[in-house]
């Protein structure tokens, strides 16, 4: 089984001294992915790939170099001499609020459908999954997104099913642009993730009810509604779950919290495990990953969810 990732990879910058590291909503949800089903005993064979141009100096080799080692296939990485990855600087006040700064208007993942045929365009009818998320269509032009849908629509017509996350930044681009973008992509989607407060932002709904409402519109069959610290709802052949997670006492950083339950819920749905249970072991990864600094915690921190997803995955 192949699923392919698109999306941007940006330097992250932050603590004093000074500590670079490296994320991006798609990427943690890949490499989330990627070790939850890498040599696991009891789970189908998943092959991730992760589609996204960067620049080709030392830091975007070694970045490529870094995701290689996760287990994650970087045949759909372009890499451009002239262009580099996105910066971000977090800083964090005397109130313990994180504040956000970004470099990254002309980074190498906005050229990505711009520089001709990349690897993804000629090897798209060979996957079965296709992960993107709000960000993955916000840094592309116009022209790329309506190039992109279409080349998705083909992918449907070959039995390619579309997984979709609403995350949404509001320096990217404005709600209007994104509301219509949602909508074409929701269109398409097979499995829909959408985070309640990003799908407020955007649409403006004042109710969950409105959410459900717009999915059965556009025909998803599959739908995750995260509500933060609440009980996530999960749709699913006109059936309604409710799975709320355990609450954690000792949050550190809630970054990557979505992307990870994200990554958690698929390793159970790729390999047939029921909804319901891809939620739960969802919710158990995301409970981990708030409890250390920044979105990616080490490897060693999840060797317990591997033992978890296990069991979801054989019952």
Same mark, same amino acid.
């Given at each position: ?6 999306? @941007?990879?940006?330097? @992250?910058?932050?603590? %004093? ?37 960067? *620049? ?11 995701? %290689? ?16 990855? $996105?910066?971000?600087?977090? /800083?964090?006040?005397?109130?313990? @609020? ?17 520089? $001709? ?16 998320? *709000? ?10 997104? @309506? ?8 992918? =449907?017509?070959?039995?390619? =099913? ?14 209007? +642009?994104? =509301? ?29 009810? +409105? ?5 059965? +519109? ?39 919290? $979505? ?17 319901? %249970?891809?939620?739960?072991? $969802?919710? =158990? ?21 591997? /033992? ?6 054989? /019952?």
């Amino acid at each position: 089984m192949k699923i392919a990732f698109f999306g @941007e990879c940006i330097i @992250e910058l932050s603590g %004093q001294p000074i500590q670079r590291t490296f994320s991006g909503d798609t990427l943690n949800t890949a490499l989330y992915l990627s070790r939850l089903v890498k040599d696991h005993p009891h789970s189908e064979p998943v092959e991730v790939f992760y589609a996204t141009a960067m *620049g080709s100096d030392a830091v975007s080799n070694e970045l490529i170099c870094s995701w %290689q080692d996760e287990g994650i296939n970087t045949q759909l990485v372009s890499q451009f001499d002239d262009k580099n990855l $996105g910066l971000s600087l977090i /800083e964090r006040n005397q109130f313990d @609020e994180l504040s956000f700064s970004y470099w990254r208007n002309d980074s190498a993942a906005k050229y990505y459908f711009r520089r $001709g045929l990349t690897t993804l365009e000629r090897q798209l009818e060979q996957f079965d999954y296709f992960y993107l998320s *709000g960000n993955s269509l916000a840094i592309l032009s116009q022209p790329c997104r @309506e190039y992109l849908l279409a080349l998705l629509m083909n992918f =449907k017509v070959f039995g390619g =099913k579309i997984i979709f996350d609403n995350n949404y930044q509001q320096q990217l681009w404005s709600s209007v +642009e994104a =509301k219509k973008s949602y909508k074409d992509i929701l269109t398409l989607t097979d499995i829909a993730l959408i985070s309640e407060e990003n799908d407020f932002a955007v649409f403006e709904d004042q109710s969950t009810a +409105e959410i459900i409402d717009r999915c059965k +519109e556009y025909n998803v069959s599959e739908v995750v509604i995260k509500r933060g610290s609440g009980a996530s709802l999960i749709l699913n052949y006109d059936s309604v779950s409710m799975v709320t997670p355990k609450q954690v006492d000792n949050v550190v950083d809630r970054s990557g919290a $979505g992307d990870s339950f994200a990554a958690a819920y698929l390793a159970v749905r790729l390999n047939t495990g029921a909804a319901k %249970q891809a939620a739960e072991f $969802g919710h =158990k990864l995301a409970a981990k990953v708030i409890q250390h600094p920044g979105a990616l915690i080490p490897s060693s921190a999840m060797p317990d969810m591997v /033992e978890i997803s296990k069991r979801y995955i054989n /019952e």
